[in-house]
């Protein structure tokens, strides 16, 4: 048997303390990597790392709200400071604001963009450099079936997943030949705190909501086979296909029923 992709290697995962990133921990953790974990609570990061060293896995954590300026750079000099070369990145750090764009305020509008958007650009950009010379690793960005479509009530949200999409099938295309991998992620409604974080109501689709586990699982298989993107089921893949058949007017129309306002607590 052919040893692990991740065996001997170091993989940093954002967004780590709860939901997808959380669960990429528990999967990575028996394959021999050294897991490096950021997030921004330190309790719930701190029992992520104690499952995933109960494995076997060595554990870094870094506690930091990458939203903030500065941020990317303090992380990449903390892991520097620790000896810490990072092998493979998985941007899973993500928020969400629900309501209409004119009436949301502008600053948590523009917290979307800068984790969804600008950390995952400057961490992926601040990192490749290094894995392209060593010939190896690569990055997987986490988006969502939200970037095939726009979406009224996470207007902004939608858009930052499209551009993860499409950035990062150029991405893997450039990379190629260079040892370096890159992949997409999108999955449906997953059964994480972002429905809670981002006050907005469960979608009333219940049952095409999928577990943490079974989306990151498919985002490491898709990373695996070193795909442009991946779905993380029929259901979304479904779904993102019609987006295409359909006209882009009624797309739009169908998935403003999606983003509800409520709390999800």
Not at 7 to 13: D, I, S
Not at 82 to 105: K, M, S, T, Y
Not at 147 to 160: R, W
Request: charged fraction near 20%; proline fraction near 6%; charge should be positive.
């Amino acid at each position: 048997m052919s040893p692990d992709l991740f065996a001997g290697t170091t993989v940093l995962v954002t967004g780590a303390s709860s939901g997808i990133g959380a669960a990429f921990s528990d999967l990575l953790a028996p394959t021999g990597a050294r897991l490096v974990l950021t997030a921004r609570d330190p309790n719930r990061l701190e029992r992520v790392a104690a499952g995933a060293r109960a494995q076997g896995a060595p554990v870094d954590i870094v506690v930091s709200d990458l939203a903030n300026p500065g941020a990317v750079e303090g992380l990449l000099r903390a892991l520097d400071t620790r000896g810490v070369v990072v092998d493979h990145l998985i941007n899973n750090a993500g928020v969400g604001a629900q309501g209409r764009g004119a009436e949301v305020p502008v600053d948590h509008q523009l917290r979307v963009l800068d984790v969804n958007v600008r950390v995952a650009t400057e961490l992926a950009l601040r990192v490749l450099p290094g894995m392209v010379e060593r010939r190896r690793g690569g990055i997987l960005n986490v988006a969502s079936t939200a970037a095939f479509q726009g979406l009224p009530g996470l207007s902004v949200y939608a858009a930052t997943k499209a551009y993860l999409l499409t950035w990062s099938e150029a991405l893997h295309h450039e990379l190629r030949g260079t040892g370096v991998r890159c992949s997409c992620l999108c999955p449906g409604p997953v059964d994480t705190r972002f429905f809670a974080s981002a006050d907005m109501a469960r979608p009333a689709a219940a049952f095409g909501m999928q577990t943490p586990g079974v989306v990151a699982r498919a985002g490491l298989r898709a990373y695996r086979r070193n795909a442009s993107h991946g779905m993380s089921g029929p259901m979304p893949r479904a779904g993102a296909w019609l987006t295409r058949l359909a006209p882009r007017a009624l797309s739009v129309r169908v998935a403003a029923g999606y983003a509800r306002p409520g709390s999800a607590r």
